[in-house]
């Protein structure tokens, strides 16, 4: 009779320590080769801004994020073959740095508040609804703080949850893989390279010449509009963006999310954009959203530039999609909830000593850490926001319960769910009737502790597989947390300085969602504008259904639409949503001619288009700023 997993096993401690014993005889090579060393912190920098370069764009542009965990184990390994430190006969670059450098930059391209949360907040206070925007110096501390947490909770679940439990985490197990791989065939790992580097370069130029070139020669244009006269009841095409957007980003995204996703943003985007937008115009609704909004929008009305005017009531049917879909798996997940409490509990069990106890960091360091942590919480919502001191308390404890879950899920399907996490924050604040700013810091403290909780798991998971020291892995997230709030910082502040948060060009459908969802949770039905109330409920409706076909596997998944895809769709621009389907279709082509090919190049080739892309992008931005242009020009 096996031990149920929701209940604590009494023989769990004496299974830890001959496990970790195991563990030390057998895999631990942290006393044998370099780790920690002035030349990976150097690399990590490198791959941590690399990283936030492309998250912050991406995010920003369509809501999804790349930890980049695989990426960076491949371009770490490049740049030092370049440098030529991987066959240094003194000191070759080992796996384990390799594990370091990769963790470095995983933890930096967590740092997901810099996508929702902070441009939600910016959006706000334009509207008038909260006191001010943050300052840069608010952004850093913010996603340091609230990272910083993420990582102090994830340290005492690792015994239980890596050692003892033994669960999968897909991501932290294949970075393994793919750093024993590159090792012992490097040849490999450089033609992986150099697969990326051709499809980076092209997407680099191809949005340099669209977005950041002030040369002779004509802009390559944003946008194409093959449709115009061709789709019944739609206008002029560019009105309702009905076009093929000219991003290798997208393309390439489409191509590495695959056809399912690719196809339920199509649903999603014809729903919004050819059936809905041209009713709301026809019966005046936009025309009322736009005089609700000030002057700005009814400009915006005046020249045919619907979007930021269209996603102020399409918003409502996505929360309503994406946030039930969200809630409603976690519902479907209840037994995940239940062990992962159980493992908390029996976690306490082995206390913070045991055969490996002088390679972590002590209970001592880690409460220190907890304690600073909790206290610039404390100082970011306090004094800088004025939030109740009350609800500083209270919410970095409900993070830590909400952690608790991701972790869980994330070891078990690979699937962070950082959003629900965050929107279950929001509404519990908003049902106290705290106000916008509160329901939205409190979310957002959430879903970045446990977006960082996660990602620490995954990497403790590839430190634990390759036998890395665990204090050591530690101290690279913490490196990576730290360069990580300094850069996403400086990268988000040059965005929206060069283009409008909510725009086509920006349109930061993850704030919009936690922007909307802060306001109904504030002014109740007040904030919806004419007809989105019966939306908001259909959209419910919709992804309830779909989340409990998809998750008590009722249907087979191919001939079911990703709720969380549908819901995106409707917030930003469809010629964004046509470029991801036809990479998408693209994928399916190229996996039914040769599937492995495929499995193995996909990744390469939407990583590829998303670096290009966005190190072009910020650069693009620098240069609008720099010859004058930016947001509102």
Partial sequence: MTESPDRPNPGQVDQLEQEERNWLEGVYRGDRLPELSLRVVLVGLVLSVLTIVFNVYMGLKTGWGEGGAIISVILGFTIMKLFGQVDRKDRPFSELENNISQTMASASGSLGNIVNVIPAMFLLASAGIIARAPTTLDIILWCFFTSLLGVVFAIPLRKQIVVVEKLVFPTGTAAAKTIQAVHAHGEEALSKAKTLFRVAVPSFLITWFRDGWIGPLPHLPASWYPFTGMIPGVGAAQTYMAGLSISPFMLTGGFLFGPRVGTSLLIGGVIAWLVAAPRLMANGVLE??????????????????????????????????????????????????????????????????????????????????????????????T??????????????????????????????????????????????????????????????????????????????????????????LVIGQLLGVTAGAVFAAVVFNIMIAAHDIGSATLPAPAAITWEGLARMMEKGAGALPPGAGPALLIGILVGTVLTYLDGKKLVPKKYLPSAISVGLAMIVPFDFVVAMFLGGIAMLITTRRNPAWAAEHAALIGSGGIVGEGLAGVLAAITILATGGGAGH
């Fill in 288 to 381: 009322t959203i736009a005089n609700d909004f000030g002057e700005r929008y009814i400009n915006f009305l005046e020249t045919g530039y619907i979007f930021p005017i269209l996603v102020k009531w399409t918003m409502w049917p996505a929360i309503g999609v994406m946030v039930s879909a969200g809630i409603t798996m976690t519902a479907i997940r209840w037994p995940v909830i239940k062990r992962a409490f159980a493992s908390m509990i029996a976690g306490t069990k082995t206390g913070g000593k045991g055969a490996i106890s002088h390679l972590e960091l002590s209970f001592k360091w880690l409460g220190l850490v907890f304690l600073f942590a909790m206290a610039g919480i404390l100082y970011m919502l």
């Fill in 383 to 472: 004094v800088r926001f004025g939030v109740p001191w009350w609800i500083g308390i209270l919410t970095p404890i409900m993070a830590f319960a909400l952690s608790l879950i991701a972790v869980r899920a994330t070891g078990e399907t690979d699937i962070n769910p950082v959003g629900t996490m965050g929107s279950i924050t929001q509404i519990a604040f908003g049902l106290a009737q705290q106000g916008a700013t509160t329901n939205l810091m409190a979310g957002g403290i959430s879903a970045s502790v446990a977006s960082e909780s996660a990602d620490m798991m995954q990497d403790l998971k590839t430190g634990w597989l390759l036998g890395s020291t665990p204090r050591k």
